[in-house]
């Protein structure tokens, strides 16, 4: 089982950045990787079970499952049901924690898979610094220009 872990500090509040990535169908509004995005069926993006359906803007598609949401927490968990990256087992947490100093958040993403042996660098650095810490970096821009 490999896993990956990114973090990063956002200068807003959990709060703000909660709004933005809450809804499991809004990855193309805040996520540069990410060209457009359903949840299929017409359920509610915030129901547990849902499955989002979205493409990456180099191509291929990608279909998650959402496992737990808590407003409470800042936190949602899911699955990867289907993708071209070559993992199994996929899963992913998502969860912020509000910083008493100041208005800001600390952001925290991990994920753990099984993948072909030899692949597990690469998939490591591919999930860590280009879907993790790339989403960390939009967001950091998007409420730095506030």
């Known amino acids: 089982m490999i896993r990956v872990y990114s973090s990063s500090v956002i200068d ?7 709004a933005r990535v809450r809804d499991f ?24 079970g849902c499955i989002r359906h979205f493409h990456l803007r180099e191509g291929g598609l990608i279909r998650e499952r959402l ?5 409470y927490d800042f936190s949602c968990m899911y699955e990867i ?34 993948c072909a042996e030899g692949r597990e660098r690469e998939l490591t650095e ?6 993790f810490q790339g989403g960390f970096d939009a967001l950091k821009r998007h409420f730095g220009r506030r």
């Open 126 to 131: 591919q999930i860590g610094q280009g879907v």
């Open 12 to 18: 807003t509040s959990a709060d703000n950045v909660w």
């Open 67 to 71: 496992l737990a949401l808590s407003d």
């Open 81 to 114: 049901l289907e993708s071209p990256m070559g993992v199994d087992n996929y899963v992913a947490t998502l969860k912020l924690t509000p910083v008493t100093d100041g208005q800001r958040c600390f952001a925290e993403w991990s994920a753990e898979f099984d």
């Open 25 to 48: 169908n809004a990855l193309p509004q805040w996520h540069p990787a990410i060209a457009d995005s359903r949840i299929e069926n017409n359920e509610p993006s915030d129901r547990v």
